[in-house]
């Protein structure tokens, strides 16, 4: 089993984010702001991190990647970028601030699935 934290600001995807990957036998611990997904990975070291680009705040998803990135403890932890924002610049802006993998909603279940899939097992 593996430990994910889901960080997304939008409490209906964050938590049906949650069901999938509960039910995918995986351990979900759900954030709602980049200072919660900060505090939630310095807690206990995830496998795994989905995380939204566009969260309110002074932390996003991008700064969040940036300071996990920056910390020994996370600098390897795979972060799946999830996102509206889906122009070559913006999915540019997301792997140079260190993501793993990016997807642009709308996206399906099976989508996420063969993402969360790969990344743990590139990762194992």
């Not at 934290?5 to 949650?18: H, M, T």
């Not at 999830?82 to 399906?108: H, I, M, N, Q, W």
Request: hydrophobic share 45%; aromatic share 2%.
């Amino acid at each position: 089993m593996s430990l994910i934290v889901v960080a997304d600001d939008e409490p209906e995807l964050g938590d049906l984010l949650g069901v999938l990957l509960t039910r995918l036998g995986h351990e979900v611990v759900i954030a709602r702001s980049g200072t919660a997904t900060i505090e939630a990975c310095a807690t206990r070291v995830p496998d795994l991190v989905l995380l939204d680009v566009g969260m309110p705040g002074e932390l996003d998803g991008l700064e969040v990647t940036r300071r996990l990135r920056a910390q020994a403890e996370t600098s390897r932890v795979p972060i799946l970028l999830l996102t509206a924002r889906g122009s070559e610049d913006d999915v540019t802006s997301g792997f140079a601030a260190g993501a793993s993998d990016y997807l642009v909603k709308p996206f399906g279940a099976q989508d996420v699935r063969e993402r969360v899939t790969a990344l743990l097992e590139a990762t194992s």
